[in-house]
């Protein structure tokens, strides 16, 4: 274990999340595909993630009525941030 924020860090329940991120992406995936990701390539990947931030920062300062919730913002950012990975890795 190492230290975050002055605390052990849970490796447990950072597979948990990292797990529900995957099934998140699976999911969503089924439903809207990934061609706008494909189509627009990294300015794609930009712009999701630069509205997901957005999202969850509209999301920490309101209790607004969305069907998306703060955790599902959160992890829709990160399963972003492993395709602008995975975009990279790929483009070398």
């Given at each position: 274990m ?9 490796y ?5 999340i ?75």
């Open positions: 190492i230290l975050f924020c002055g605390e052990m860090m849970d447990i329940e950072y597979k948990k990292i797990k529900e991120c995957y099934a998140i992406s699976k999911r969503k995936n089924r439903l809207y595909g990934d061609l706008g990701l494909i189509k627009f390539g990294k300015i794609g990947i930009f712009t999701r993630i630069y509205d997901k931030i957005c999202r969850i920062d509209y999301l920490l300062k309101k209790e607004p009525k969305t069907d998306e919730s703060l955790e599902d913002s959160i992890k829709d950012s990160i399963n972003y941030m492993i395709y602008l990975l995975i975009y990279l890795r790929k483009k070398k």
